[in-house]
C-alpha cells in the first residue's frame, strides 16, 4: 500500500524558515510529478510548487524568490524548503504525488495525497 507521509510543520514566527518533508513509501513502479498544496482556513487548496521527476518545477506567484521545492527520487522524497515566512503562509500544506503503484503498473497513474502538516506564521 503506498503512503505519502510530510513532517516538518509547525509554528514560526515571520521572516522564519522550515522545511517540510514528504516520503513516498510503498511499492512504487513510477514516480512522477509531485507537489505541495496547501489549504488555509475558508479557502480553496492551492498548488504552491511542484517538480517534475526529471527536475523541472512549477512555483505560484505569492511564493517565488522565498520557497524552493525539490526531491531525492532516490529517497522517494520531496522537500519545500521555505524561508521569509509569512502570516499569509499560515496553512494545512498536503504533498501529492501522481504514481503508478507496483501492483497496478499496467493502469494510468493516479493522484495520492498526503494528510497534511499544518504550518503557523505567527506575526
Known amino acids: 500500500q503506498v503512503q505519502l507521509v510530510e513532517s516538518g510543520g509547525g509554528l514560526v514566527q515571520a521572516g522564519g524558515s522550515l522545511r517540510l518533508s514528504c516520503a513516498a513509501s510503498g511499492s512504487i513502479f513510477a514516480l512522477n510529478t509531485m507537489g505541495w498544496y496547501r489549504q488555509a482556513p475558508g479557502k480553496q487548496r492551492e498548488l504552491v510548487a511542484d517538480i517534475t521527476s526529471g527536475g523541472d518545477t512549477t512555483d505560484a506567484d505569492a511564493v517565488k524568490g522565498r520557497f524552493t521545492i525539490s526531491r531525492d527520487n532516490a529517497k522517494n522524497t520531496l522537500y519545500l524548503q521555505m524561508n521569509n515566512l509569512k502570516p499569509d503562509d499560515t496553512a494545512v500544506y498536503y504533498c501529492?504525488?501522481?504514481?503508478?503503484?507496483?501492483?497496478?503498473?499496467?493502469?494510468?497513474?493516479?493522484?495520492?495525497w498526503g494528510q497534511g502538516t499544518q504550518v503557523t506564521v505567527s506575526s
Open positions: 501529492k504525488a501522481l504514481l503508478k503503484p507496483l501492483a497496478g503498473w499496467y493502469k494510468p497513474a493516479a493522484d495520492y
